[in-house]
């Protein structure tokens, strides 16, 4: 059996953080998104700006932003990258909010994580505010959509 090999370990097995120094700077872009399942009577109070917290919407989106940029705090072995652009879009459906996440830099490392980490806290801070309303909300379906640049180029969610 072949011995698999890990970016993350160095030759003894141990953690380290990945070299990308030598790796070209490319433009690069990455969507997450996530869904936060609740009532119709929860999105209504939010659509209406009634939940007593305050804006839903606004609160979540600059969580979302406010997270990417921290991302290399959070996840351990990420590299602290000088974001470009991070942009975070919330959707009311009828009992659910659709929340869509896109890091972009021109940089030597993927945003994959940064994108992924926006909307995982800003469907989170929707929870927060709205957990008076409904402590039964599902936080669902938290993925990649789509990335572009580095050396594995563009893939996109079939």
Same mark, same amino acid.
């Given at each position: &059996?072949?011995?698999?090999?890990?970016?993350?370990?160095?030759?003894?097995?141990?953690?380290? &953080?990945?070299?990308?120094? !030598?790796? =070209?700077?490319? %433009?690069?872009?990455? +969507? /997450?998104?996530? $869904?936060?399942?609740? +009532?119709?009577? #929860?999105?209504?109070?939010?659509?209406? @700006?009634? $939940?007593?917290?305050?804006?839903?919407?606004?609160?979540?989106?600059?969580?979302?932003? @406010?997270?990417?940029?921290?991302?290399?705090?959070?996840? =351990?072995?990420?590299? %602290?990258? =000088?974001?470009?652009?991070?942009?975070?879009?919330?959707?009311?459906?009828?009992?659910?909010?659709?929340?869509?996440? +896109?890091? %972009?830099?021109?940089?030597?490392?993927?945003?994959? &994580?940064? /994108?992924? +980490? !926006?909307?995982?806290?800003?469907?989170?801070? #929707?929870?927060? *505010?709205?957990?008076?309303?409904?402590?039964? *909300? $599902?936080?669902?379906? $938290?993925?990649?959509?789509?990335?572009?640049?580095?050396? %594995?180029?563009?893939?996109?969610?079939?």
């Amino acid at each position: &059996m072949a011995k698999l090999s890990f970016t993350h370990l160095d030759a003894k097995g141990h953690a380290r &953080m990945v070299d990308v120094g !030598a790796k =070209p700077v490319t %433009s690069r872009s990455a +969507t /997450a998104s996530a $869904v936060v399942h609740t +009532t119709a009577a #929860v999105v209504r109070a939010i659509r209406r @700006q009634a $939940v007593a917290k305050g804006d839903v919407l606004a609160v979540a989106r600059i969580a979302g932003i @406010q997270a990417a940029k921290r991302t290399d705090e959070l996840i =351990p072995l990420c590299h %602290s990258l =000088p974001l470009d652009a991070v942009e975070v879009g919330l959707v009311l459906g009828r009992a659910e909010v659709r929340i869509t996440a +896109t890091a %972009s830099l021109a940089g030597r490392t993927g945003v994959e &994580m940064e /994108a992924l +980490t !926006a909307a995982s806290v800003a469907a989170l801070t #929707v929870y927060d *505010m709205c957990k008076a309303l409904d402590r039964g *909300m $599902v936080i669902d379906g $938290v993925r990649l959509e789509a990335k572009s640049g580095g050396r %594995s180029g563009t893939w996109r969610r079939a």
